[in-house]
């Protein structure tokens, strides 16, 4: 079992520059972001379409708010890019 184990150790490999592997992380931070967006996205799409089938104002406004949240959400990265300039 402990040769099985040695043999099977991976080495990770990590970025020698610093300037990397902050860009990794901010990588990995707006994908879980834009995620989270095209979730919220869908689930207003959801809500929508049956405010629309059962005549509801209310859910149908709530709706449109999650759509409208979820696209900021979605392009939150190209909106801080537009709005930083860089």
């Known amino acids: 079992?402990?040769?099985?184990?040695a043999v099977m150790i991976v080495p990770a490999f990590a970025?020698?520059?610093?300037?990397?592997?902050v860009e990794n992380l901010s990588e990995f931070i707006f994908s879980l972001i834009r995620a989270i967006g095209l979730i919220l996205l869908g689930f207003g799409i959801l809500q929508l379409g049956l405010s629309l089938k059962?005549?509801?104002p209310s859910q149908r406004a709530?709706?449109?708010l999650t759509i409208a949240g979820g696209i900021v959400i979605t392009f939150t990265r190209e909106?801080?890019?537009l709005i930083t300039g860089g």
């Open 1 to 5: 079992m402990v040769l099985s184990m």
């Open 79 to 81: 909106i801080l890019t």
């Open 54 to 56: 059962s005549h509801d």
């Open 15 to 21: 970025a020698d520059d610093p300037l990397q592997i």
């Open 62 to 64: 709530n709706g449109m």
